[in-house]
């Protein structure tokens, strides 16, 4: 199995930036596909994006395609988002999640290993 902690979350402006990471323990990260997704109060995990095992394939969502970017260095064990040209509405909880599956996937339900979120709040 594999545990996953998230950081980089905070507060900042719309149009800012800011970079997640999540840092893998247990098993070799590059054995498994990552994605981040993200909930917003109330609503339901929504998947923003996904890297495939060695990084070499990406899949964003339409929601943040050309603001948000993906990537994975397996010799640290860790997966980030780089997020820029913030807007409110990318309020929300990110979390990290890792696959058992051999491509990208965006449904929640593949997934097998989450973390525990971290906070990205973006004001106007």
């Known amino acids: 199995q594999v545990q996953l902690v998230e950081s980089g979350g905070g507060l900042v402006q719309a149009g800012g930036s800011l970079r997640l990471s999540c840092a893998a323990s247990?098993?070799?990260?590059?054995?498994?596909?990552a994605g981040w997704f993200r909930q917003a109060p109330g609503k339901g995990r929504e998947f923003v994006a996904g890297?495939?095992?060695?990084?070499?394939?990406?899949y964003s969502a339409d929601s943040v395609k050309g603001r948000f970017t993906i990537s994975r260095d397996n010799a640290k064990n860790t997966v980030y988002l780089q997020m820029n040209s913030l807007k409110p509405e990318d309020t929300a909880v990110y979390y990290c999640?890792?696959?058992?599956?051999?491509?990208?996937?965006?449904?929640?339900?593949?997934?097998?290993?989450w973390g525990q979120g971290t906070q990205v709040t973006v004001s106007s």
């Open positions: 999640a890792a696959s058992r599956r051999l491509v990208v996937i965006t449904t929640q339900g593949a997934y097998d290993y």
């Open positions: 247990g098993r070799t990260f590059g054995s498994y596909v």
């Open positions: 890297i495939s095992r060695n990084g070499g394939n990406t």
